[in-house]
């Protein structure tokens, strides 16, 4: 299985910060990433897809990059609506696996 | 517009079995790959397994293998995802999603074992 590991699995941040999660897997997955955004009581949301591309309806302060094992979230100019867990979830092979999770909470 | 709308939440005893249902709209039930997906209170995402609504072919995460079965029925744009012989440990909201991407999901089902 593919292990998905995500850092920081928390981070305190202030409206308008730049924040920025980490993603790495265990083995090369090209571009096959997807992000996620979950709040309490909701199902996920989805983000972004292959590693980079926003989904429709997602903001633009939304970006996502990286390739083969290594890729990041940024969020620019966080928003009160942004706080959330995040997840990245690898689609290269199955199982789906899921990275633990980043919690961005207000500082 | 894409909707996947799941049944509501259920409390079982040890032992038991649950059975989750998803319904689709807005698009070609058949087209896309159902995935089941849990999480656990408090915990991470945890990929179950898919089913194929057009062929019915099925995949299960190797830890489900012999507890779950997955199922559809494409007159009713539903898929189905049943998990036996269950334990506290399967207490968590059961999530459908469209397609290996997940783009899509259903609101979450509560098993509460």
């Known amino acids: 299985d593919i292990q998905m590991t995500q850092s920081p699995s928390s981070l305190s941040a202030s409206v308008g910060d730049r924040v920025t999660i980490a993603c790495r897997a265990s083995?090369?997955?090209?571009?096959?990433l997807v992000w996620l955004q979950q709040k309490p009581g909701k199902a996920p949301k989805s983000l972004i897809f292959?590693?980079?591309n926003l989904q429709s309806g997602v903001p633009s302060r939304f970006s996502g990059s990286g390739s083969g094992t290594d890729f990041t979230l940024t969020i620019s100019n966080l928003q009160p609506e942004d706080f959330a867990t995040y997840y990245c979830q690898q689609h290269k092979t199955y199982p789906l696996t899921f990275g633990g999770g980043t919690k961005v909470e207000m500082k | 517009q894409v909707q996947l709308v799941q049944s509501g939440a259920e409390v079982k005893k040890p032992g038991a079995s649950i059975k989750v249902s998803c319904k689709a709209s807005g698009y070609s039930f058949t087209d896309h790959y159902i995935h089941w997906v849990r999480q656990a209170p408090g915990q991470g995402l945890e990929w179950v397994g898919w089913?194929?609504?057009?062929?019915?072919?099925?995949k299960y995460a190797q830890k489900f293998q012999d507890r779950v079965t997955m199922t559809r029925d494409t007159s009713v744009n539903s898929a189905y995802m049943e998990l036996n012989r269950l334990t506290s440990d399967d207490t968590a909201v059961y999530y459908c999603s469209r397609g290996s991407q997940s783009k899509f999901w259903g609101q979450g089902t509560l098993v509460t074992v």
């Open positions: 089913i194929n609504p057009d062929s019915g072919d099925t």
């Open positions: 292959g590693a980079s």
């Open positions: 083995q090369g997955i090209s571009n096959y």
